[in-house]
T-cell receptor
Framework: RKEVEQDPGPFNVPEGATVAFNCTYS??????FFWYRQDCRKEPKLLMS???SGNEDGRFTAQLNRASQYISLLIRDSKLSDSATYLC??????????FGAGTILRVKS | DAGVTQSPTHLIKTRGQQVTLRCSPK?????VSWYQQALGQGPQFIFQ???????QRGNFPDRFSGHQFPNYSSELNVNALLLGDSALYLC??????????????FGPGTRLTVL
């Protein structure tokens, strides 16, 4: 079983749609949780950290459920510029990042 | 303020050869981690350097080795290249290796093709 699992997609959505990504992790000792965004042939960039209390940054909302070992990302009012691969990431010890395979989002006009 | 830089951008090698990739961390950062990203996959942790020592290592064979210099820059060496080593190699820098909460900044990567 992979340490971090994501639905690979692709998710094809129209502009303005709301889209949700899910992620599960296998190690209950995981300490920190993140969503990274990766544009085609570019490096990953931190989108947001994820906390148990949930956190929001503009159109993006992230949620963590430690009991279920489940992380989610909700994007509201999708823009063309949101098209990218979204990577679910956890750390278990120190700052070694463990990535999921990524979920591809394509927003179409 | 320069971000993380990597060189070269692209590299083509043949099986059995050796390769060295280079990384300069973001200004003020002292910890460098290396990741391998195969096509269609998420990055996989190779190893991390801090104070010129390897602090953590992922599930990669000894063909993968590294070094960190006193100026915090780092090299990744891969010996006896295999076709399966073809990937994007990413370097990430951060402050303090033991904290999960310090953001890691990634360089643009080196795309290695092994023929």
């Amino acid at each position: 079983r992979k340490e971090v699992e994501q639905d690979p997609g692709p998710f094809n959505v129209p502009e303005g749609a709301t889209v949700a990504f899910n992620c599960t992790y296998s190690n209950s000792a995981s300490q920190s949780f993140f969503w990274y965004r990766q544009d085609c042939r570019k490096e990953p960039k931190l989108l947001m950290s994820v906390y148990s209390s949930g956190n929001e940054d503009g159109r993006f909302t992230a949620q963590l459920n430690r009991a279920s070992q489940y992380i989610s990302l909700l994007i509201r009012d999708s823009k063309l510029s949101d098209s990218a691969t979204y990577l679910c990431v956890v750390t278990v010890y120190g700052n070694k990042l463990v990535f999921g395979a990524g979920t591809i989002l394509r927003v179409k006009s | 303020d320069a971000g993380v830089t990597q060189s070269p951008t692209h590299l083509i090698k043949t099986r059995g050869q050796q390769v060295t990739l280079r990384c300069s961390p973001k200004s003020g950062h002292d910890t460098v981690s290396w990741y391998q990203q195969a096509l269609g996959q998420g990055p996989q942790f190779i190893f991390q350097y801090y104070e010129e020592e390897e602090r953590q290592r992922g599930n990669f064979p000894d063909r993968f080795s590294g070094h960190q210099f006193p100026n915090y820059s780092s090299e990744l060496n891969v010996n006896a290249l295999l076709l399966g080593d073809s990937a994007l190699y990413l370097c990430a820098s951060s402050l303090v290796p033991d904290s999960s909460y310090n953001e890691q900044f990634f360089g643009p990567g080196t795309r290695l093709t092994v023929l």
